[in-house]
């Protein structure tokens, strides 16, 4: 006959997910903003009203922002 197993007993088991490294993490979160701030740049050159160059600007701002508490790209 199976043994029973309970759901505590299970879940002991079978334990969270390994973390990912801090360093890999950053690296690819620094890499996530580089993107965005690409992405935003590109749409700043299109012609738009004033008031969206303003939230792309904040937007902008934000992501550089991030990077730099980051420290992205040492």
């Given at each position: 006959s199976r043994p029973?197993?309970?759901a505590?007993?299970?879940a002991v088991e079978?334990?969270?997910p390994a973390p990912l490294n801090a360093a890999s993490?950053?690296?690819r979160?620094?890499?996530?903003l580089d993107e965005r701030i690409a992405a935003l740049d590109d749409y700043a050159?299109?012609?738009?009203?004033a008031y969206e160059q303003d939230a792309i600007r904040r937007d902008r701002k934000k992501a550089r922002d991030?990077?730099?508490g980051l420290r992205c790209g040492r």
């Open positions: 029973a197993f309970t505590a007993a299970r079978v334990g969270p993490n950053k690296a979160h620094c890499k996530d050159r299109q012609p738009l009203q991030e990077q730099f």
